[in-house]
């Protein structure tokens, strides 16, 4: 079947299911292409809780599922690859985050929506890149403890002074990495050209970005800046749309090194099976989802900027 019979058959299905294809900004062109809405971590997750189709069709990776379901859990959260995780959010567990708050009495726990459901549930509040910011200052609390991410832990202690930031040493093995040599280079192959980074890089990256955002974020910061070149320091998948919303203006990866390869498993193929099959499913038994969905709705009731 080629790409258009698949496509074909993706749509029709979609609508005899009355599912939502959810797509994340990182993941392959053709499946952002198709999907019904594309996004980053949180305007996904708002969409989960919101749609009223009986299907969500999550195309990313495991935790976004999870939250979907978290969020949504009179739905079918689908995972098209059950294999597509997040190894940052795999780098700790519910036992080893108990481990850490018992280490640090009384600080009050940020955890990136990167995070599985069970460590969700042993946090205090949920964060995403976009705004990990505002919800550290929104907390009464002097001492936060960051989880899993350092590195955006390290952003948020740097833009939150006036707190404690302790960061638990998870990272995502592709912005860590992005080397400063890599930027330095691409900065003078592209002159003026501003660099957009994700908070997920490491802060000597950061030191050198005109612009830290989560993956919405710059696409909104494309289209408002003049320039005509950017140097977009994060995961390749989201070039394809600043490339179609921004035909005039020009994108640069500064390594070939940034692609998730969990981010790049699911294929038209498995979306139009997991349609068919209507698998696989993603659920959380009802104890961690309630737990854990309390963390992400104190983050929503976080008024944005
Ligand atoms: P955002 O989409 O929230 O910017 O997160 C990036 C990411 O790494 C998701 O896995
Ligand atoms: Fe996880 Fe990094 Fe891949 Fe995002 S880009 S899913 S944080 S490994």
Not at 74 to 102: H, I, S, Y
Not at 138 to 144: H, P, V
Not at 266 to 283: F, G, N, V, Y
């Amino acid at each position: 079947m080629d790409q258009e019979q698949l496509k074909q058959q993706i749509k029709q299905l979609v609508a005899e299911r009355d599912a939502l294809l959810m797509a994340h900004n990182y993941q392959r062109d053709e499946v952002q292409e198709i999907a019904d809405i594309t996004g980053d971590s949180l305007a996904l997750s708002m969409e989960a809780a919101k749609t009223d189709k009986q299907v969500i069709v999550f195309c990313g990776v495991h935790f976004m599922a999870e939250s979907a379901a978290i969020l949504a859990p009179e739905k079918t959260v689908l995972l098209p690859r059950e294999d597509a995780g997040c190894p940052m959010a795999d780098m700790v567990t519910a036992e080893q985050l108990r481990e850490f708050k018992a280490q640090h009495p009384g600080a009050t726990v940020v955890t990136y929506v990167n995070s599985t459901a069970a460590v969700k549930a042993e946090s205090d509040i949920c964060c995403t890149s976009s705004n990990a910011v505002n919800v550290a200052r929104s907390l009464d609390s002097d001492k936060l403890l960051m989880v899993p991410d350092r590195n955006l832990g390290r952003y948020i202690a740097k833009h939150v002074p006036e707190k404690e930031c302790i960061c638990y040493e998870g990272y995502c093995p592709t912005h860590d990495r992005l080397k400063v040599e890599e930027i330095e280079q691409a900065k003078k192959d592209h002159p003026g050209a501003p660099v957009v980074a994700h908070p997920e890089c490491t802060p000597e990256i950061l030191a050198l970005a005109d612009h830290i955002c989560s993956t919405s974020g710059m696409y909104e910061y494309a289209q408002t800046n003049p320039a005509k070149k950017f140097i977009i320091a994060t995961e390749m998948g989201i070039l394809w749309r600043l490339k179609k919303d921004n035909p005039e203006k020009e994108f640069i990866l500064p390594s070939r090194a940034l692609i998730c390869p969990n981010m790049k498993l699911t294929s038209l193929e498995d979306i139009l099976k997991c349609l068919q099959t209507m698998e696989p499913r993603i659920t959380v038994d009802p104890e961690t989802r309630e737990q854990a969905k309390l963390t992400l709705d104190r983050m929503l009731a976080v008024p944005r900027d």
